[in-house]
């Protein structure tokens, strides 16, 4: 990071190569599958300018995540004064960490797909640092720039809005079809 700090290219390529999974996983669920390669690389450029009023002290990859979450929403922001996000991405397995580990079927990988495109950007975004980023509640504080304690409410708004979307979708309360 200090490198990163001091101007050192390849210092800052290694963060980028660290990150990248993780930046284009937040980019997609924030901005969609078409427009999340631009979002995330848009995100790198505004780390990489900033990146010298980076505190070092402090983790890196929450600070990133929230510079790449705000490059997405504007991305989105951009795009939906001309036409509305069509959100039809398969969240869990936009950069598959295992691809050999299937968690769902596919029926039921769509299903869910198609309830968190029902959700509002600001649901999928929270939803998406916990589950798919496997983040703390502190973590997710610090990339969405509130407290902890409306990490916890938004989350929890968050989950109960996604099993009504679920439930629309035929999933039962343990997750399963009916």
């Given at each position: 990071?200090?490198?990163?700090?001091a101007?050192e290219?390849?210092?800052?390529d290694?963060?980028?190569?660290?990150h990248?999974?993780?930046?284009?996983?937040?980019?997609t669920v924030v901005?969609?599958?078409d427009?999340?390669?631009d979002?995330a690389?848009e995100?790198?450029?505004?780390?990489?300018?900033?990146?010298?009023?980076f505190?070092?002290?402090?983790?890196?990859?929450?600070?990133?995540?929230?510079?790449?979450?705000?490059?997405?929403?504007?991305?989105?922001?951009?795009?939906?004064r001309?036409?509305?996000?069509?959100?039809r991405?398969r969240?869990?397995a936009?950069v598959p960490?295992?691809v050999s580990?299937?968690?769902?079927t596919?029926?039921?990988?769509?299903?869910?797909v198609?309830?968190?495109?029902?959700?509002a950007?600001?649901?999928r975004?929270?939803?998406?640092?916990?589950?798919f980023e496997d983040m703390?509640e502190q973590e997710?504080?610090?990339?969405l720039?509130?407290?902890?304690?409306?990490?916890?409410?938004?989350?929890?708004r968050?989950?109960?809005r996604?099993?009504r979307e679920l439930?629309d979708?035929?999933?039962?309360e343990e997750g399963?079809d009916?």
């Open positions: 990071m200090r490198r990163a700090q101007g290219l390849v210092a800052f290694e963060l980028v190569r660290r990248q999974r993780a930046a284009l996983r937040v980019a901005a969609g599958h427009r999340a390669a979002a690389q995100g790198f450029v505004r780390a990489y300018r900033s990146i010298h009023g505190d070092a002290e402090r983790p890196f990859r929450p600070w990133l995540l929230r510079v790449v979450a705000n490059a997405a929403k504007n991305e989105v922001r951009r795009a939906s001309h036409e509305r996000v069509d959100m991405v969240a869990m936009v960490d295992d580990d299937p968690v769902l596919r029926e039921r990988s769509d299903r869910l198609g309830a968190l495109g029902r959700l950007p600001a649901d975004l929270v939803l998406a640092l916990r589950w703390t997710m504080a610090e990339v720039a509130v407290r902890r304690g409306t990490v916890k409410s938004r989350l929890h968050a989950m109960q996604l099993r439930a979708e035929g999933f039962d399963g009916d």
